[in-house]
């Protein structure tokens, strides 16, 4: 099956502590995207990397730290989290290029008491 | 700066009525326009898709059309039906792969 797949697909933990949440996309596309969902459903990117390559780095904290081992692989890390960070995370890819279509995985909701 | 404003929050409809969604946006470049459908529980997805060279798209009985003079892009469909449920994004792509996402409207199809 090709696609995106995110795990785990629920988080509930503690203000401080460390979680990472984890991409995988098999349709051979070079670049993926990590994107904030908050409870307006308001969706916001936060990172993008191609080929391994960081490429977009929004304004966000300096806690959230993105993890790529390979194109296919994009991670993501959130050393001290805080209750703001209570959200759906959703990860993407494409193929390089501003008009491509990108292809999203189901999301992680996070729950930070 | 790059924007886009979707200003209908919530629409609720019957089966068989006319769907009309507005979007309007902001940018210095030559954008590519996007509707992402999303429906509970997964990711966005790709609804259709319009650049400036076609000004048009359809998809599933859904079509977008982009006005370039007055910076909107509305989404249509004739007859909705209840599978049509679910929140619908007007998107902006420009440079790097970047895509702005409007604020979504939910719709909701009464029975």
């Known amino acids: 099956e090709t696609a995106v797949f995110q795990t785990p697909n629920y988080h509930v933990t503690q203000v401080g502590n460390e979680v990472s949440f984890n991409c995988k996309q098999t349709l051979g596309h070079d670049t993926m995207y990590w994107y904030k969902q908050d409870s307006k459903k308001l969706l916001k990117i936060m990172f993008s990397?191609?080929?391994?390559?960081?490429?977009v780095n929004e304004t966000v904290p300096r806690r959230f730290s993105p993890q790529s081992s390979d194109k296919a692989h994009l991670n993501l890390r959130i050393k001290s989290v805080e209750p703001e960070d209570s959200a759906v995370y959703l990860c993407a890819s494409s193929y390089w290029g501003g008009e491509d279509t990108q292809y999203f995985g189901p999301g992680t909701r996070l729950l930070v008491l | 700066g790059n924007s886009v404003t979707q200003m209908q929050g919530q629409v609720t409809l019957s089966e068989e009525e006319f769907l009309f969604i507005n979007c309007t946006y902001s940018t210095t470049g030559y954008p590519t326009l996007f509707w992402y459908v999303q429906y509970p529980g997964e990711g966005p997805q790709l609804l259709l898709k319009v650049t400036t060279a076609n000004n048009k798209g359809s998809s599933r009985g859904f079509e977008a059309t982009y006005d370039k003079g007055t910076t909107s892009f509305h989404l249509q469909k004739a007859s909705v039906q209840e599978s049509d449920s679910a929140v619908y994004y007007c998107?902006?792509?420009?440079?790097?792969?970047?895509?702005?996402f409007g604020q979504g409207t939910k719709l909701s199809i009464k029975p």
């Open positions: 990397y191609n080929n391994k390559q960081l490429i």
């Open positions: 998107v902006l792509g420009y440079n790097q792969g970047k895509l702005i």
